[in-house]
């Protein structure tokens, strides 16, 4: 059963840029879109973006200046990155599977914007 | 960017009570509407696609209407594992959308 598994820092500190990376186990990356979506503490969800294993990306235009995701299909890996930090952007960040229906999701890892 | 708003915020049911939640996006969707269940501490999990597209392994207390504007999710018979967070997505536009969801309790 497909499993994805995000890791990177928890804690970021202002105007520094925010690097998580998802690890898909148990599927191509190859043979899907993949997504990265957050959550404000006690807040929606918000979609941050997807990307194909083409290199193929679209962002929500809301954060689109200073997104960038991209594949290393030789892992079975994709990866975010987010610049100019704010505590705006603390958040629990997920990865999922999918860019209309978002059928897999990691478990999240909470990123917290703080000096 | 298309609105998705939910209603209610918050509801308070008892176990076997039918709950129904509603969904209403700013402009057409058609059918590309998407719920998920998130309970607490956890990751959403899909629960019907395509409006009304039941996923694999989910009760089917659950069910899923609507089209254009207005959708619905319905609990035919609320269980206490049904306690959790309830959002609708679409995918009709980008950026993709999230309501802003709709915490169900136990009464």
């Known amino acids: 059963q497909v499993q994805l598994q995000e890791s990177g820092p928890g804690l970021v500190k202002p105007s520094e840029t925010l690097s998580l990376t998802c690890t898909v186990s148990d599927d191509s990356i190859s043979s899907y879109y993949w997504s990265w979506i957050r959550q404000p503490p006690g807040k929606e969800l918000e979609w941050i973006g997807y990307?194909?294993?083409?290199?193929?990306?679209n962002y929500n235009p809301s954060l689109k200046s200073r997104v960038t995701m991209s594949v290393d299909t030789s892992k079975n890996q994709f990866s975010l990155k987010l610049s100019s930090v704010t505590a705006a952007d603390t958040a629990v960040y997920y990865c999922?599977?999918?860019?209309?229906?978002?059928?897999?999701w990691s478990q999240g890892t909470l990123v917290t914007v703080s000096s | 960017d298309i609105q998705m708003t939910q209603s209610p915020s918050s509801l308070s049911a008892s176990v076997g009570d039918r709950v129904t939640i509603t969904c209403q996006a700013s402009?057409?969707?058609?059918?590309?509407l998407n719920w998920y269940q998130q309970k607490p501490g956890k990751a959403p999990k899909i629960l019907i696609s395509?409006?009304?597209n039941l996923e694999t392994g989910v009760p089917s207390r659950f069910s899923g209407s609507g089209s254009g504007t207005d959708f619905t999710l319905t609990i035919s018979s609320l269980q206490t594992e049904d306690i959790a967070a309830y959002y609708c997505?679409?995918?009709?536009?980008?950026?993709?959308?999230f309501g802003q969801g709709t915490k169900v309790e136990i009464k």
């Open positions: 999922a599977r999918g860019r209309n229906c978002f059928q897999v």
């Open positions: 990307v194909y294993y083409s290199g193929s990306t």
């Open positions: 402009q057409d969707i058609s059918k590309y």
């Open positions: 997505q679409q995918y009709g536009n980008l950026p993709r959308t």
């Open positions: 395509d409006a009304s």
